[in-house]
């Protein structure tokens, strides 16, 4: 159906630039050519011949190269396509695009052309919420241009983490094939931005603003002796980009992790804890919420009696035994408290089996509103990059498709604005 189609690919200045050769490569399989022009900062990540080689023909990079507008002009270049999409936009080549710039090919090439234009924004966190950028994300937005992400997460900056990474290949292909079939919207993978209910890119206010957003996140270790601990596989990896995600989306966050090896979100006030009973403290510290999230993987039981001294291993004598006590449950204690319990409480679930039954269960034992279930019955959720999960209300089932956890984060905390909006 696409084989005629084709789109000009411009490949900006970011450390996300060498995702457009995989995008190139996908490109293709869908029947889709694209024919690349690579900014001079984006010749700093990917060569033109890694570019060419993939695309199938030359790659252009100079406005004032006498062989290129001999072959074809850079208004042609720009009009000899169905869609025309920048990625990784940079702030840079945002705020030209925002003002009219046209110093180089890339953005000649954007201010000529008569075709739609999709962008896949990348830049460092602070750059996206600058008001600059901000301000520049509304003028395109107006002038019709199309945003697909970017999504929320780690960035190759060491620590920095939140809105600002460029949306996966597949995600711009799949915004590029909705561009090239008339869409006026793609969908996005937005962080930042948030969503309006049908699923497009909304204006750019901050969907969380003013509110307080409360979420647990990682294991917790019980201690057996000063030593010793039990503790469980999972790695905060999850429960840090949701409060990441709630952060950018203007929300003022705490953040209660248990021992993880990850870095504490941007922009996130993290309480760090140890035991089941110092997270449920740091929860009860923190409230008032009007979000709760219980994301962490909170030891159902502790060793009864803590030892105070190194346990020793004597010639002889039988390996010690354990008795455990169940521990506090703190979702359970948070959404059965009477004055200032946040309107609304989110639980997590891992099951292997009868996934949404036992989500079902699990909502009414518990007393929360909404339970994430995800099927852990395949390979490596904890501490895997990828979540699939089911949205379980009293009344309703939401499945979606197997995300990176930053997106499961994303699209959570946009559906948790809508449902917050909705309950006043
Ligand atoms: O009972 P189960 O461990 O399956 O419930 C999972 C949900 O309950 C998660 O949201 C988890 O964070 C929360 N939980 C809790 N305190 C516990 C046990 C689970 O907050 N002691």
Redesign the pocket.
């Known amino acids: 159906m696409s084989a005629s189609r084709s789109i000009l690919l411009i490949i900006g200045g970011g450390i996300a630039a060498y995702k457009c050769l995989e995008l190139i490569r996908r490109l293709k399989d869908r029947g889709i050519a694209s024919r690349c022009i690579l900014t001079k900062a984006g010749e700093e990540f990917v060569t033109p011949l890694a570019v060419s080689s993939l695309a199938g023909e030359r790659c252009f990079t100079d406005l004032f190269s006498l062989t290129d507008e001999a072959d074809i002009g850079h208004i042609a270049l720009s009009r000899s396509t169905d869609l025309l999409v920048v990625a990784p936009a940079t702030a840079d080549l945002i705020a030209k695009m925002a003002t009219g710039l046209a110093n180089d090919l890339a953005s000649t090439a954007l201010l000529a052309t008569d075709k739609r234009i999709l962008i896949a924004p990348a830049m460092n966190p602070r750059m996206w919420e600058h008001p600059a950028t901000r301000r520049n994300m509304a003028q395109l937005e107006k002038d019709g241009v199309l945003v697909v992400g970017p999504n929320s997460g780690a960035m190759a900056e060491r620590g920095e983490n939140g809105p600002g990474r460029m949306a996966e290949p597949h995600e711009i292909l799949a915004a590029i094939e909705q561009a090239l079939a008339g869409e006026t919207r793609v969908s996005p993978t937005i962080g930042f931005l948030g969503r309006s209910p049908g699923g497009a890119v909304s204006s750019g206010q901050k969907p969380l603003a003013g509110k307080r957003v409360l979420i647990?996140s990682g294991p917790t270790h019980e201690p057996i002796d000063p030593v010793r601990y039990i503790a469980n596989r999972s790695s905060g990896k999850q429960g840090h980009a949701i409060a990441a995600a709630a952060a950018a989306a203007g929300a003022s966050v705490t953040l209660v992790s248990g021992p993880v090896t990850i870095a504490d979100p941007a922009g996130v006030e993290t309480v760090h804890v140890e035991s089941?009973r110092e997270m449920l403290a740091a929860v009860e510290a923190a409230l008032p919420a009007d979000i709760a999230i219980?994301?962490?993987?909170?030891a159902?039981w502790r060793v009864a009696e803590e030892a105070p001294g190194k346990l020793k291993k004597q010639p002889g004598a039988e390996a010690p035994a354990l008795a455990l006590v169940e521990?506090?449950?703190?979702?359970a204690t948070v959404a059965a408290r009477e004055i200032d319990r946040p309107p609304l409480v989110v639980?997590?679930?891992?099951e292997t089996d009868n996934v949404i039954d036992y989500a079902r269960a699990?909502l009414a034992k518990?007393g929360c509103d909404l339970i994430v279930a995800n099927d852990v019955g395949g390979t490596g959720v904890m501490g895997g990059d990828a979540n699939t999960v089911h949205l379980v209300t009293a009344d309703a089932v939401e499945t979606w498709p197997t995300l990176p956890k930053a997106e499961v984060a994303t699209r959570l905390i946009a559906h948790l604005a809508d449902m917050s909006k909705a309950g006043g």
């Open positions: 647990t089941a219980f994301a962490a993987a909170v159902d521990n506090p449950d703190i979702l639980g997590f679930a891992a699990k518990k």
